[in-house]
Structure formats: structure tokens, C-alpha cells
């Protein structure tokens, strides 16, 4: 994977010369030549975290051009599709089934076949005592209202979702942070922000990812993110 | 109306099962088969949140298969057309007019003509003790920074939509609570859940509208709604 | 430019008269003949937060007709193009990328060529003691926590974006605080509504502003804002 591949193709960008010529000189200066290249993060976690914003953002128009990136940045079709369903259940299930449909047809363009797509091995083992601190404060704050929605979030999306092989327990750390910043809910990001680095994201590559969203969700959800992040790393005695 | 029909069209899922077989598994085995036929919600009434769900993200791709579902499973044309109405002022006109346009193809398609579209009867009375209370409220908040505002909240928001007899008032407070869950507006969610709950949604109901909108508009705006909904729980004294 | 003008265009309107009578007359009676044309905020000026809106929102069905209605209100092609580089950065690159693929279009069928669409003039001088304070509040808050960001928000945010002179400060201010409006961003929306109204926003616009926003992004967020608008104005002691 060589840095030239690391940013999305510039063509769609090329031809917005002519209507936009400032926008495109801040994409391919700002955009992909400086911000894509930084090595805060890797191209791939860049694509992981870009590809989670277009999913929650419902911005099927840009999905192809980032997937086809994606993949050229060494983010697997197995892992894309594990992106777009962990994201069903954290931006709902129209935006999954849109980004599906578009993947399918990026997936076939390339000969991506159904033997590179299906997950094989075992659930991963689940981590006793994080899931009983978790399971703790779903009891407290979920239960008392809405017990089947309680009893989902322990069986479904801890117990089954979270121990899918198909993405690492870091990546899916990095899709859902990401998700939360762009859809903005800043309710939920603490927890999953500690989670990741609990994960394995460093502080660097946290700042990182809020940096990096600032171009794809827009500044201001990357502003409330950092307010966020400011309390979390105080919290962890960063 | 039978437990089949309850749950959308699951053609466009088997669709993707080549590409994305455990996202497939879960809307089949968990959506479809599990969450759908529920009996806390009936089918018509998840048809109404889903709907909301989808004209206050966005999601037009998703609708004709859910417009469909929403006219198999009891909801009348008249009132898919006063739902879209309904979050023109909630969700903001452009969505409502992207919602209008597939509400068209698809009353075209299955022969529903304009006889079956048109509302015919009075406005409702207006319940003059809440309604008061309520103008009290955007007198002292509203008012003072936006007059006008104020003005079309009380004249045309509460006194004209609301008072509309193509859809009855606690569908109204389905359909209002479920784009609030969906646009991430808490702000607004207690007032709305007290006034669903004033207009006939059970306790049990309102568990379940944030359960089902878990699947639709993902995990993170659900918790925030329990958060919301725990207030107002409490302050009724369940 | 007419009164007449000042509204969109109402055809697509009339074309669903049939399937939503209701809502038809809402958007004719209410939203053109009403909202558009009153006198607190001129027709040019609610063309641009309803664009700001529309790209927010990701509601590319829905900007041709606006595009042209903007063009037709006295808003300067490089100014839709200026709008939407201006919202890359708040409302995120992919918004602004499907905006522009749209404004292409409307551009070419109205002969709007490259030469119409290059900004010449040097960049705006910085207000110094503005910038400081400014500046000082990102070196507490975002900078401990994201450095480079801080870093971009200074150099290329309000050092180039903000200084650019193909949109006036003032209408700069008047779109951001549209697109924080629409997104439900309400932690920023106090500086920004501060900086528009040093900008020149009087009061009556700013409220203005809420009231046409209230029916392009919808009632709840129409009323987060409204609180934050009124420690904005009691502040300033209005």
C-alpha cells in the first residue's frame, strides 16, 4: 500500500474545477495531500473511520469513490461489510441497507465474490469482568424503562455483535466512535471512547480521528468531540 | 391483517445475503422474526415510527418497501399523507417533499387515486385546559426572542396541524415522538412523550417505540430517549 | 428582482397537489405567499439559509429548485459556490461535494460559465483583537486535547476560509449559523449567533433566521435554537 493510494481518487475532485476551484484546491492540497497523509493514523484506519461517517451520514453518493479506497488502503471486503453491519445497529438499519447496496455494487465492479465475504470462526471469548461492569450500568440506566431493549443490548449487541471475528474489537471501537461524532451524540461518546482505548487506541490517534472527522462530519460535531475527549482523558490521567 | 404481513418485504434482504449473510441473518432472524411481531406494538403502529423514522433521516431509498408494508399492515393512504404532512413542520419541508414523491409512486402503483387522499371532516376541539397550559409555555419561552414564531406555533403548529382529523391525536404523538427519537431531539421529548402518554400510549408502548427505533435509527438515539423517558416516567409517578 | 420571485418555484408543489392536498396548501398559502415574502429578512438572504439547509441536510433532491430561486433572488453564482466550500467545513466534506455535483448542473443550464466562478480580490484583513480572544479560547479547549486541530481551526478555518471575500462576513456568519441550526449543533451556536450579530445581524434578523429555519429543518430544532438565541440577546443585552 504506497502513500499515492492512501487519499480518495482525486478525479470526481478534478472535475469540480470549473465550479469550484477554491473547494478543490482545499481538497487536494488540504484534504488529501496534507490531512490524508499525516501519520497520526494509518490510510486504513482513515478509511475506516471516513467510511463510518458516509454510513451514518447516509452519503451513498460518496461511498463509492471511498470504498473503492478502502480497499485499496488494505481494509478487507469481509471488514467492510462487518463495518456496515456493526453500523446497523449504531445508525440504524436504512442507512446499512443503503451503504449495502452500494458495497455490493463496488464488491462486484471489482470480483469481489461471495467466498471472500462470509465470516468463519468462533465468537471472540467475552471479557468478564469490563462485560459485568457493562452489564451493571444497563441494568441500571436502560432496564427500569425498557427492559427488551436492555435485555438486546446484552444478548444482541454485546453478547453477539461485539464478538464477531470479522473486525477486530479495536476497528469496531474506531467505527462506532466515529459514528457517534458524526451523527453527533455526544451522550454515548465517553463510553465508547474508553472503550477504544481500552481497545488499543492511543490519545494521539484519538485526537487524530476528531481531526480527521472535522473534513468529513464538518467542525462543529468535531468541536463537541473534543469537549468530550477533554473529560475522558482527564478521567484516564492523560 | 395476518403475523406475515407484519414484518417489510424481506426480497431486498435475501438481495443482499451474498454480500453481507450476517447483517442478512440479523434483519431476518431478529428484525423480521423477533422485534416486528412483538405484541407490545402492533403492526400498524410500528409501520407509523418506522415511516417517521425514515422521513426524518432521509432515508427515501428505504421508503416504497416500507410504504407498502405501512398499506399492508392497516395504515390508510390518507394517513400516510397526513404523517408526511405532520413532519413537514417536524422534520422540515425538504424531507417531507422527498417522502411525498415516493408516497406518490407508490399510491400510483397500487391504484390509490386522489378520492382516497382528501380529509373532509372539522378539526378537532381544542382541550382547552392543556392547550392554555401549553401557550403559557411558548409565551414565556418563544415569545420573547421570536415573536413570530410563537405565532405560528400556537396558530397553525397546535392550532391547525394537530387539530387535523386525518390522523388521530395519539398517532400524531407516535409520529412526533418517533422523528424526535430519530433527529436526536431530546429537547423536545418530554413534552412530546407526556403528551403521547396524555393521548392514550402506555407506559409498555413507550417502551417499545424506543425499543423498535433502536433497530431503525440505531442504539446511541435510543438511550438517549430512555434517559428522557426515565424523567417522565418518574414525574408521573410509574 | 419581484415579490413574486422571492418564493420557489411552485410547480413541483402543484404536482402533488393530488396525493397531499393538505400539505400543498400549507406550502402555498403558508411557506411561499406567507413566510417568503415577510419583510424581516430580505429574499436573497432566506435563499442563502435555505441552501445552507439543504446542503446541512444532505437534500440534494430538493436544490435545483432552490439553486435556481437563489440565482433568481440575487445570490451571485460564486456565492452558492462560496456557500458551499464555506459548509465543507461545518457541515462536512461529503455534504459539500454532492451540493456541488448539484450546483454544476443548475450552472450549466444557465450558461454559467468558469468565468462567473473565480474569486479574484486578496483575502479580507483580520480584525485583530477579535482574532486574540478567539484565538485564546482554542488554545483552552482544543488545543490541550487536539493540537492540530486547533492548529487547522486557526490557519485555515479563520486564517483563509473566513477571510476569503467571495461571501461577505456577514453572510458567512448568516450560512454557518444556518447549518449549525439544521445539524442541532447548539454548543457552537452561541459564538457563531454572537459573531453574526457582530457581523451585522440585527436582532429581528437572528429571529428571523429561527422562524424561515423553523420550516426547512423542522419545529424541534427551530426551538433548541430559540434558547440559545435568548442568552445570546440577554447577554448582549438586548
Chains 1, 2, 3 share one sequence.
Not at 49 to 55: D, H, K, N, P, W
Not at 114 to 138: F, G, M, T, W, Y
Not at 150 to 179: E, H, I, K, P
Not at 201 to 227: C, D, K, M, N
Amino acid at each position: 500500500m504506497s502513500a499515492v493510494r492512501a487519499a480518495p481518487d482525486t478525479r470526481p475532485a478534478q472535475d469540480i474545477e470549473a465550479v469550484a476551484p477554491q473547494l478543490q484546491a482545499y481538497t487536494q492540497n488540504l484534504l488529501f495531500e496534507d490531512v490524508w497523509r499525516r501519520p497520526e493514523l494509518s490510510p486504513r484506519d482513515r478509511s475506516l473511520i471516513t467510511m463510518s461517517a458516509l454510513v451514518a451520514g447516509g452519503h451513498t453518493a460518496q461511498m463509492p469513490g471511498h470504498l473503492n479506497r478502502a480497499l485499496d488502503n488494505g481494509v478487507k471486503p469481509i471488514e467492510i461489510t462487518a463495518l456496515i453491519t456493526h453500523l446497523a445497529f449504531y445508525s440504524g438499519w436504512p442507512s446499512a441497507m443503503s451503504a449495502i447496496s452500494v458495497a455490493k455494487e463496488v464488491f462486484k465492479a471489482r470480483g469481489i465474490g461471495p467466498e471472500q465475504l462470509h465470516p468463519a470462526s468462533d465468537p471472540l471469548p467475552v471479557d468478564a469482568a469490563n462485560e459485568a461492569k457493562r452489564r451493571a450500568a444497563i441494568e441500571q440506566t436502560v432496564n427500569p424503562v425498557a427492559p427488551d431493549l436492555a435485555r438486546y443490548t446484552n444478548d444482541v449487541l454485546f453478547g453477539d455483535l461485539w464478538r464477531q471475528t470479522d473486525l477486530t474489537a479495536r476497528d469496531r471501537s474506531l467505527v462506532t466512535v466515529a459514528a457517534l461524532i458524526a451523527e453527533g451524540q455526544t451522550d454515548q461518546l465517553a463510553f465508547h471512547l474508553n472503550r477504544a482505548m481500552d481497545n488499543g487506541l492511543t490519545q494521539a490517534q484519538a485526537a487524530e480521528v476528531i481531526t480527521h472527522l472535522a473534513f468529513y462530519v464538518g467542525w462543529p460535531r468535531a468541536t463537541s468531540a473534543v469537549t468530550v475527549a477533554r473529560t475522558v482523558l482527564d478521567a484516564r490521567g492523560h
